[in-house]
């Protein structure tokens, strides 16, 4: 069974400091990593993808990977209340099943203003 | 922008009845994907398919089946609905097979009585 695993939060930021989420994956040739938010009410969006090792930054949000350790991780800079939401880690794994994501099952982030 | 519509957001329907969710996208995409999002389950893959008339089957296919016709529209169908049926439903298409990520419908609540 290949899992992601999330902190299901919620987890409470104020406005203005790094919120860093987390996520771990069990499938060691897991090749692809997403970050998806979800507003209450609302699909996933994507907002990151990574694929190798190491940080990749976009505006306030940077994912990091890290392969060895089967971790990947979000972390928003400058946290606004407007990046409340729940948010999605989601790994495409290697061998069979290889065309499916494995979604964990998400935390919650609140921005406290 | 991708585009994908899901022709209903909101279905109430009864214990027993047919129930047909459509999906349709307007970008050429070959792969489609339907998950259902339950509290405390997280997104579930039902089915996904590869081209058209292609479908396999994700990780909770019971009492669901699907229809590819033709490459832009995906349709889910329950052939006679049960009330542990109520859910959202959301559909995917994938834009690159090489890579993984996903764009969601903006999702079907369906509740059944």
């Known amino acids: 069974q290949k899992e992601v695993e999330q902190n299901s939060g919620p987890l409470s930021v104020p406005e203005g400091a790094i919120a860093s989420l987390n996520c771990t994956y069990s499938?060691?040739?897991?090749?692809?990593f997403f970050w998806y938010r979800q507003y209450s009410g609302k699909s996933p969006e994507l907002i990151m993808s990574?694929?190798?090792?190491g940080d990749k930054e976009d505006g306030r949000f940077t994912a990091q990977l890290n392969k060895a350790s089967q971790y990947v991780s979000l972390l928003i800079r400058d946290s606004q209340p407007s990046d409340s939401a729940t948010y999605l880690c989601?790994?495409?794994?290697?061998?069979?099943?290889?065309?499916?994501?494995?979604f964990g099952k998400g935390t919650k982030l609140s921005v406290i203003p | 922008d991708v585009k994908v519509t899901q022709s209903s957001r909101y279905l109430v329907k009864r214990t027993g009845e047919k129930v047909f969710l459509e999906c349709v996208q307007d970008?050429?995409?070959?792969?489609m994907f339907w998950y259902r999002q339950d509290p405390g389950l997280g997104l579930r893959l039902i089915y996904f398919s590869y081209d058209v008339k292609m479908k396999e089957k994700g990780d909770i296919p019971e009492g669901y089946s699907v229809s590819r016709e033709k490459k832009e529209r995906f349709s889910l169908i329950l052939e006679s609905a049960s009330t542990n049926q109520t859910s959202m439903y959301l559909c995917a298409t994938r834009a690159n097979p090489n890579t993984g990520e996903l764009f969601f419908g903006e999702g079907s609540r369906l509740t059944v009585l």
């Open positions: 989601a790994v495409r794994h290697s061998g069979a099943g290889s065309y499916q994501l494995t």
């Open positions: 990574i694929y190798s090792n």
């Open positions: 970008m050429d995409h070959e792969n």
């Open positions: 499938d060691r040739g897991s090749q692809s």
